[in-house]
């Protein structure tokens, strides 16, 4: 429609005309649509950083009744990679919880679970069974206790309620948002994602089918590692690779990292029996006890 109405405009016409259109679909546009001479300006408008998200929460929250313990700051941070969309809905979802409790104020614990909602997806009444429940419990716990160790504080809590599609998750505490990726960083994701496989396989003596999404994450990342020049083969490109060259590299890198897993989840394995026990009776295991038991481990 746009190209019809633009049809015939010239520019020596008493009528001048500025024509402005926003999309968030540009890959499904008509090519002749941005052509040179159509829209001479492409303005293209990423999802918000902190500073925006924070600008963007105080809009939606501006006729809202916040408790003293909100940080819009706090939550600004802790919602990278969140749309501007995504912050509304979580500012009502937030508004929601707290009616529902009848409380007359929005208070940080409603927008940290509305966070939870957003990401994850609606808390789900289906249970899993009582064998089901301990594997959930021992492998976030598996995913909490790499990533506390490899990255200390990093952990805010360890849950294992179903929401969505997932039976549990671990919830991290926020940090500066990443736009750049160091190998350090990358094997520590990786050590992260297969950390729960690996604890099933040592606690309960096999894997299962939960671990299917860590795995495609983890492939993930080890290509990112590959075609950013950080792997024992150099800078290259990944289709013009022989196939089985790929995969070597690929299984030797992630051979390295899970062996650097397991021995950490050995060394752990009485208290990351006590975390599951835990999170089995009261579905929530906080970062900080976390804490505490590594620390009382070490002095031990
Ligand atoms: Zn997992």
Do not use: W
């Not at 290509?223 to 030797?252: A, C, F, R, Y």
């Amino acid at each position: 429609q746009l190209l019809v109405e633009m049809d015939g405009l010239s520019v020596d016409d008493d009528i001048q005309v500025l024509i402005l259109a926003a999309t968030n679909r540009i890959d499904v546009l008509d090519h002749a649509l941005l052509r040179p001479g159509r829209f001479d300006r492409i303005v293209k408008v990423d999802l918000p950083a902190k500073e925006g998200r924070l600008s963007i929460l105080k809009i939606h929250t501006a006729n809202k009744p916040l408790s003293d313990d909100v940080e819009l700051e706090q939550i600004a941070r802790e919602t990278f990679r969140f749309s501007g969309a995504h912050l509304e809905n979580l500012a009502n979802e937030a508004a929601i919880l707290a009616l529902r409790e009848g409380s007359q104020v929005i208070r940080r614990e409603h927008f940290m679970e509305a966070i939870d909602k957003v990401i994850m997806g609606e808390k789900l009444d289906r249970r899993p069974n009582k064998d089901e429940l301990k594997r959930v419990a021992i492998h976030e716990t598996g995913h909490a206790l790499i990533s506390e160790i490899m990255n200390p504080g990093s952990v805010s809590t360890i849950t294992i309620t179903s929401r969505g599609k997932a039976l549990g998750y671990v919830r991290h505490n926020p940090t500066d948002d990443v736009y750049l990726q160091t190998k350090d960083y990358l094997e520590t994701q990786i050590s992260i994602c297969i950390a729960g496989s690996i604890a099933e396989e040592l606690l309960l003596n096999n894997k299962s089918t939960g671990a299917k999404n860590d795995f495609e994450q983890a492939i993930k990342l080890v290509k990112t590692m590959l075609i950013s020049g950080m792997t024992d083969l150099g800078v290259v490109e990944e289709n013009s690779l022989p196939k089985e060259l790929l995969h070597q590299e690929m299984s030797k890198i992630l051979k390295s990292i899970e062996e650097r897993v397991k021995t950490i989840i050995k060394e752990h394995k009485n208290i990351m029996v006590i975390i599951a026990e835990n999170l089995i009776d009261s579905e929530r295991f906080s970062g900080d006890e976390l804490r505490d038991m590594l620390k009382e481990k070490k002095i031990a």
